[in-house]
């Protein structure tokens, strides 16, 4: 069982900058596709980004060029780095893990067997 263990939420003005980490409990966390949802009051949980073991990304449209994911496998960590948020960001954001190698982006909630509890991000006008 992988445990996954977000943090780094809160509260923000529009135009600031928010870093979420998220820890890992996999002994195999370096072979891992890790992704980050969230999920806006009254809203669907969605996509927002994704990292594989190659180290390839992807992005939801909505936050391309002002997010990023990276991961460092010697802390087993995969981190979001939030920039230029706006009161559309404001959300629980959520980690999500599968341990398996994939080389193709991890998109949908399906795909995904591990899930943090969730890190709130709010973003003031």
């Known amino acids: 069982q992988v445990q996954l263990v977000e943090s780094g939420g809160g509260l923000v003005q529009a135009g600031g900058s928010l870093r979420l980490s998220c820890a890992s409990s996999?002994?195999?966390?370096?072979?891992?596709?890790m992704g980050w949802f969230r999920q806006a009051p009254g809203k669907e949980r969605e996509f927002v980004a994704t990292i594989n073991w190659k180290r390839s990304t992807d992005y939801a449209d909505f936050v391309r060029g002002r997010f990023t994911i990276s991961r460092d496998n010697d802390k087993n960590t995969v981190v979001l780095q939030m920039n230029s948020l706006e009161p559309e960001d404001t959300a629980i954001y959520y980690c999500?893990?599968?341990?398996?190698?994939?080389?193709?982006?991890?998109?949908?909630?399906?795909?995904?067997?591990?899930w943090g509890q969730g890190t709130p991000v709010t973003v003031s006008s």
């Open positions: 999500a893990a599968v341990g398996a190698a994939f080389t193709r982006p991890l998109r949908t909630q399906s795909e995904y067997a591990y």
């Open positions: 996999g002994r195999t966390f370096g072979s891992y596709t």
